[in-house]
Nanobody, 122 residues
Framework: QLQASGGGLVQAGGSLRLSCAAS????????MGWFRQAPGKGREFVAA????????YYADSAKGRFTISRDNAKNTVSLQMNSLKPDDTAVYFC?????????????????WGQGTQVTVSS
């Protein structure tokens, strides 16, 4: 089970830190990803991190502004979002993936959290 938190309302240029807490003892077996879905749009990849944290991938829209990290001892994955823009407004979801190689492919993710709303005002 995945529980995302940390969303909220922020002005453009501001920062938010999203967290996703996982239950169970196999968290380190999963690659983890963050996705988002804006109103009227499909769900899109934001960032992903491999099991041990050594490999990280970002959508072009997130590069240089967002940082994904994980703490396997605490069963958490985080997304630090800086320099937020109104286009970043969306519901953000964390997800877990058991495939061998971390991926940005949404179809590969097996488990999803409930989402947390991020709203960036201009």
């Amino acid at each position: 089970q995945l529980q995302a938190s940390g969303g909220g309302l922020v002005q453009a240029g501001g920062s938010l830190r999203l967290s996703c807490a996982a239950s169970g003892r196999t968290f380190s077996s999963y690659n983890m990803g963050w996705f988002r879905q804006a109103p009227g749009k499909g769900r899109e990849f934001v960032a992903a991190i491999s099991r041990g944290g050594s490999n990280r991938y970002y959508a072009d829209s997130a590069k240089g502004r967002f940082t994904i990290s994980r703490d396997n001892a605490k069963n958490t994955v985080s997304l630090q979002m800086n320099s937020l823009k109104p286009d970043d407004t969306a519901v953000y979801f964390c997800a877990a993936d058991l495939t061998l190689v971390v991926t940005r492919d949404i179809e590969a993710y097996d488990y999803w959290g409930q989402g947390t709303q991020v709203t960036v005002s201009s």
